[in-house]
């Protein structure tokens, strides 16, 4: 009998609903906390094993925390609106309309040429690109667009006397998938984790996250990693000759030779953009502080002006079948981590969770900044981060208040490291999309992604205590 993961989850996973709600409660625990226990748990089981979609999976709390009588469905309801959904919804908005004008391809070929035509330098190119692009637009699409223009680069390798060209493929594309991720931490709406950061802190301390805010540490962190994946990627690439250089040269200018001039349409699209991110970082300078404006707004407003602004005398840049293409599995995914950080914090869950690691206080806090990146970065390279973020930001959040820790640094760490997964294909959506796209071997991934995750460790222990800390004292 073939053994069938999916089918074991499904069963344990409301199986072991039934035991946690149904035994006694342990000291100082709630009853309600109990509950959002146990619906964890099961949501850890069916995401873990797929045994539905996980973005079904994340539709649980809807459901189960108002029956389990914790708290009200209007309550739990919201999270799936919650502001930072609505922001992501406008964001999205943009990236469609960038994608559906082809704007995308003529960023993506402008920036590519820059950086010349060697084997190293277009790595160099990619990833630059790729991390650029990954800032405002969300990384699995991202590398969605970029895939066909690797593909142009790789079959002028393969035509050549590149004697590294096949190793070159595995460096190359794992280096698209690594950059993507990496990219994604320079904003606040770069990746879900980050958006899962921002909800913590305004839900336990009250505290509004800024687009500028995020920026201010999340680039020169996201900037240094780049560097150090870079250098470390490249120094895998063989030397090559004048020739492969010339006939990947001659295959970049044919297709970019083939792409139109910058249409009415694409100018339209990226002021837009350029308006949207420019009003995000300066609101703080011209706002209130007791203004109702925030980011959410901001991008809101942007999105629907794609279906005001004209793309010709008769159509918008943006309809409705375009929007259409909308993650919304994704959007449910958020909802669900909003909805179960609530119920953590809201139940005194993840007050119990972080009491019965009171004896972590003892250590030195450097020591336990290592510590909790580091099991971050393990548990995310296992399963989604995005999951991984929406379990972990709220119980560590409380571990910060109780053994008075610097909160905002830890929190700040911990995120980021949920994004920086090389080692495994289930680790980020990039990740698996490369996997299954060049047909790259985990064995490759582990030892390429081994090197790179010990040295974000290290990068982010190092930022939290020398940058994060004295910027959030």
């Given amino acids: 009998m073939i053994f069938n993961l999916r089918k074991v989850g499904m069963v344990l996973g409301p199986l072991l609903f039934l035991i946690i709600v149904t035994m006694p409660t342990p000291s100082g625990m709630s009853e309600p906390a109990k509950a959002v226990f146990a619906i964890s748990v099961w949501m850890i089981v069916w995401w873990i094993t797929e045994a539905i979609p996980v973005y079904a999976t994340a539709l649980l709390p809807m459901g189960l925390i108002p029956l389990m009588g914790v708290l009200p469905i209007k309550n739990v309801a919201a999270e799936y609106m919650h502001p930072i959904i609505v922001l992501l919804l406008g964001m999205f908005m943009i990236a469609l309309a960038i994608e559906k004008s082809g704007l995308h391809r003529i960023i993506a070929f402008k920036l590519i040429s820059i950086f010349g035509y060697s084997p190293k330098r277009i790595l160099w190119g990619f990833m630059i690109t790729t991390a650029l692009l990954s800032t405002v637009v969300m990384s699995t699409t991202v590398v969605l667009i970029l895939l066909p223009v690797a593909s142009v680069i790789l079959t002028s390798l393969s035509q050549s006397n590149f004697v590294t060209s096949k190793k070159f493929k595995t460096i190359f594309m794992l280096s698209i998938?690594?950059?993507?991720?990496?990219?994604?931490?320079?904003?606040?709406?770069?990746?879900?984790?980050?958006?899962?950061?921002?909800?913590?802190?305004?839900?336990?301390?009250?505290?509004?996250?800024?687009?500028?805010?995020?920026?201010?540490?999340?680039?020169?962190?996201?900037?240094?990693?780049?560097?150090?994946?870079?250098?470390?990627?490249?120094?895998?690439?063989?030397?090559?000759?004048?020739?492969?250089?010339?006939?990947?040269?001659q295959a970049l200018m044919l297709e970019k030779s083939k792409l139109p001039k910058m249409t009415s349409e694409q100018k339209t699209v990226l002021a837009v953009l350029l308006g949207v991110l420019a009003l995000m970082f300066t609101g703080p300078l011209w706002l209130p502080q007791d203004s109702f404006v925030t980011n959410s707004v901001i991008a809101i407003l942007g999105g629907i002006s794609l279906f005001v602004l004209p793309k010709t005398r008769s159509e918008s840049l943006m309809d409705w079948a375009g929007i259409e293409k909308l993650p919304y599995g994704l959007l449910f995914l958020l909802g669900g981590g909003f909805a179960l950080a609530l119920a953590f914090v809201d139940s005194g869950l993840a007050n119990w969770i972080a009491s019965s690691f009171s004896f972590v206080a003892k250590y030195p806090f450097e020591l336990v900044v290592v510590l909790l990146v580091s099991m971050i970065m393990l548990l995310t390279n296992v399963k989604s981060n995005t999951a991984t973020a929406a379990i972990f930001i709220p119980i560590v959040g409380t571990m910060a208040i109780l053994n008075q820790w610097p909160s905002l640094p830890i929190l700040f760490a911990i995120t980021v490291a949920t994004s920086f997964a090389f080692l495994l294909p289930m680790g980020t959506p990039p990740n698996a999309l490369i996997y299954e796209k060049a047909q790259i071997s985990i064995k490759e991934m582990v030892k390429n992604g081994m090197v790179l995750n010990v040295m974000a460790i290290a990068l982010i222990s190092i930022f939290t205590i020398f940058v994060s800390m004295p910027f959030f004292s």
């Fill in 177 to 249: 998938a690594y950059s993507s991720s990496i990219g994604s931490v320079s904003t606040l709406i770069g990746a879900p984790p980050n958006l899962l950061y921002a909800a913590t802190l305004k839900e336990i301390f009250q505290h509004t996250v800024t687009f500028a805010e995020w920026s201010v540490l999340g680039v020169p962190l996201s900037v240094s990693m780049l560097l150090l994946c870079g250098l470390y990627m490249s120094s895998k690439v063989g030397k090559s000759t004048a020739e492969t250089d010339s006939k990947i040269k």
